[in-house]
């Protein structure tokens, strides 16, 4: 299609690309790339509203996806050429028992739960577009470097589609078994190399960079694309209306960058008359883009963000031997391959960065759950960055947030059991030693004997 294009982010390169070129950094300047488009080549609506009619049309595959009936808005393929298997079906919920724990008024908090795509986490949306461009361009086998989501999303798309052979990396112990099980039951070829996840990215984009395969990390500009349409589902879930706050946690910095491109976007073809602020919350023990942003003072200063303070910051984290920690394993990255993106992000939607502890994590996704949304680790840092932002006065209790749920609670079951659990021993192996403390949520099952009366008393029935 004419109307897309590949281009350079950097202002002073911009060199632009063909949609048939598999790219994932700038040939010309080793800068990450955009999918950009000629607006004027494509119909696009003049309301949002005007999306609503493809609820009406759910039969046909392209018009029930979450991705694609959006698709004047990423409109790289034509309708033939789409892979999708039914992705973003998700809903945004109001939640005001979790707003009045958070010190928020009724009617202000919303959850966009993620979870329940059809590999239980928000990669299917990314995953439908690169998928869509690897058949574009006719690639045979698809590969990725994965914390555990990306390799069963990537995973699933190949094996539901049959289109692809499929190979996933991820790195030595760091990856949830209920995320890893995906993988293995999808059929993809899985390689799990000594080494932690910015270790299997570097090598996969090296080996993809040699032979006939089909990177799908983030770095793939056209996963970007995908993800660009949560927000458009926010956007309906609050009847076209935009909110004050996205809360989203920051890992690799995908949803991040793609949220900001998505509402320039929107901005730009008139579409929304304002945008969100965008917080992005790290894990304290992968904190790179707190410590760049905030310590740091790194911007995206108009595309040049300085790319020697950088250079300096992973020389020194090299030399200190710093591996990212958390027990939040989706977003225990340490060097961000969308971390330019997530500075332009910050930019466009006036954001700010914030870290929490793994306790503060952990607590908050179990107080996410007790409201009614299981969702993995990585989702409670949003939450956790709400209560901080709150104690802050950042966000104030009548502001209007979104927090972006990224999975699904039965992506890392083990730490949930050792959570609730009694047994301080479990604890300690899946929580550390900060975990065994009694939690603040703890959900402990009661043993009892096998007697009537015990139960009942067991129960609060006297």
Avoid at 51 to 56: A, G, S, V
Wanted: proline fraction near 4%; charged fraction near 20%.
């Amino acid at each position: 299609m004419t109307a897309a294009f590949q281009q350079c982010i950097h202002p002073d390169c911009g060199a632009r690309f063909d949609t048939s070129q598999i790219l994932t950094s700038c040939p010309a300047c080793g800068s990450l790339l955009d999918v950009c488009y000629n607006w004027d080549q494509v119909p696009v609506p003049r309301s949002l509203r005007e999306f609503e009619k493809r609820w009406l049309s759910r039969l046909n595959p392209v018009d029930f996806s979450g991705v694609w009936r959006f698709r004047e808005l990423l409109p790289f393929a034509t309708d033939k050429q789409i892979v999708t298997i039914g992705e973003g079906q998700t809903i945004l919920q109001k939640n005001d028992l979790l707003a009045g724990r958070c010190g928020m008024r009724p009617g202000t908090l919303f959850l966009q739960y993620e979870g329940q795509n059809p590999s239980g986490s928000f990669k299917d949306n990314g995953m439908t577009a690169a998928s869509t461009h690897a058949h574009q361009v006719g690639a045979r086998m698809t590969a990725c470097a994965s914390t555990g989501n990306t390799s069963a999303s990537l995973a699933i798309y190949a094996g539901v589609t049959g289109l692809f052979r499929c190979v996933v990396f991820v790195g030595s112990g760091r990856i949830a078994y209920g995320k890893l099980s995906q993988a293995l039951d999808y059929g993809a070829r899985t390689i799990q190399i000594r080494g932690d996840f910015d270790d299997a990215l570097a090598r996969v984009r090296q080996i993809c960079s040699k032979h006939p395969i089909y990177l799908c990390n983030s770095v793939n500009p056209f996963r970007l694309e995908g993800q660009k349409t949560i927000m458009y589902r926010v956007l309906e879930g609050l009847g076209w209306q935009v909110p004050d706050w996205i809360v989203v946690p920051g890992g690799n910095l995908g949803n991040s960058s793609a949220f900001g491109k998505a509402f320039l976007e929107l901005k730009q073809l008139g579409l929304i008359d304002r945008i969100p602020r965008l917080a992005i919350i790290n894990a304290r023990g992968a904190c790179t883009l707190d410590r760049l942003v905030n310590e740091g003072g790194l911007k995206w200063n108009q595309g040049r963000p300085s790319s020697e303070q950088i250079g300096q910051f992973y020389t020194q984290m090299d030399r200190d031997q710093n591996k990212a920690s958390t027990l939040a394993s989706a977003i225990e990255i340490n060097r961000p391959v969308n971390l330019e993106k997530a500075l332009r992000a910050i930019d466009v939607c006036d954001g700010i960065v914030r870290s929490v502890s793994d306790q503060e994590i952990i607590d908050a996704r179990a107080m996410i759950a007790s409201c009614g949304f299981g969702c993995e680790p990585a989702s409670g840092a949003t939450i956790a960055g709400v209560q901080l932002l709150r104690k802050q006065g950042l966000i104030a209790a009548s502001d209007r947030v979104v927090c972006i749920l990224t999975g699904h609670q039965l992506k890392d079951p083990d730490l949930t059991v050792a959570y609730h659990s009694n047994d301080s021993a479990l604890r300690e192996k899946k929580l550390g030693p900060s975990g065994v403390r009694e939690t603040i949520w703890s959900n402990a099952p009661v043993v009892v004997d096998n007697d009537e009366a015990a139960i009942l008393r067991a129960i609060g029935i006297n």
